[in-house]
């Protein structure tokens, strides 16, 4: 008995592709860090990934952090299941069959090899060979799904799972409903000393304008920011009555030269984690996508939301309908004709806007899923 509880375990990672299933590992794996509860019943950590992924950036930052277990990367091969009609999807279905069988086989022996005890599946094409090989082998199988509408992998891996969450209620059978899995980087204590840079920029903005937060990211958005930068060209009240906090990603950082010439507007190509945790307890507004991980930060902040979902993706006009019947947020659709009308006149409507705070203990809040999700894998 006494062998039997002192034993370790070893637990592999399996979700990538998109920051909505990489970064929630992520927190995961820092958080275990920061636990003795948890990290003195861990041996190590593998997380199975896939050819140039977002994971490879994530995994360099924990591996020079050098904190908790050990950790290593395990590459995989993987298929894809498009669903287009055309020939050329199809035969890419043919291949990436083929990728999806040799990655199954793969996963078996990397589970014997490194006697790996427990799966955490977070979604994505690459954790689907780990998590039928781990049934295969009889492991236990841990999921978690973020999106009010499940995702094709995580939808057949909870029918092979022996614990299913997700962050919102009747998405999965069998689930227990434990909110998004977010960051403690972005749990601000009010100490703007320990922010100076944030601190040089605020002093420059009148606070009793509403703030507002423009995070669509880079993805698919440079329309969307040109479409601000139109709709405060044309407007006077958002040219007066607003301070636009101007979130641009990697892949529109050019746009930063047109809105330079707005006095109320301060951009920024990136910002961490940590940086986004004191946007969001800064500012009253968040013109966002619908991805679930963004919209559980910012509203973890009670800001008032206006949410542009990608326009090709059904998962984020349901996520953003919840929001919107749920919260009382704005959903504003990017294929309508008249969108830039409606984006000014949501705008005006909360001018002056002022958030009112509902919760303070935010660390509470972001502890008790992660909590959850290490019980049910070191149980």
Known sequence: MNRQQAKKHRIAMAGGGTGGHVFPIKSLIDYLAQTPTFSKQVEAIYWFWSKDSLEQTVFKRIQQERKGPEFSFVRIFSGKYRRETYLKSNLKNIRDLFLFGIGIFQSIRYLNKYKIDTIFCKGWYVALPLVVAGRIL?????????????????????????KVFTGFDGVLKNAETIGQILSDDMIFDGDMDKNPALKEVFAQYDNQKSWVLVVWWSQWSQRLYQSLIKAIQTDKILQTEFVFFVVLGLLNKDLANEFVWFPNVHVFEFVSQKEMGVLCAHCDIALTRAGTTSLAEQKLYDMKLLIVPIAWTHDQYQNAERYEKNHNDVLLDQKNEDFLNKLVTELKKHKYNKKVVLENDKADRIHAAKDKVWGALLD
């Open 138 to 162: 009889r492991k236990k199988i841990v999921v978690h799904e973020s999106d009010t509408r499940p995702g094709l992998v995580n939808k057949l891996a909870s029918k092979m799972a022996t």
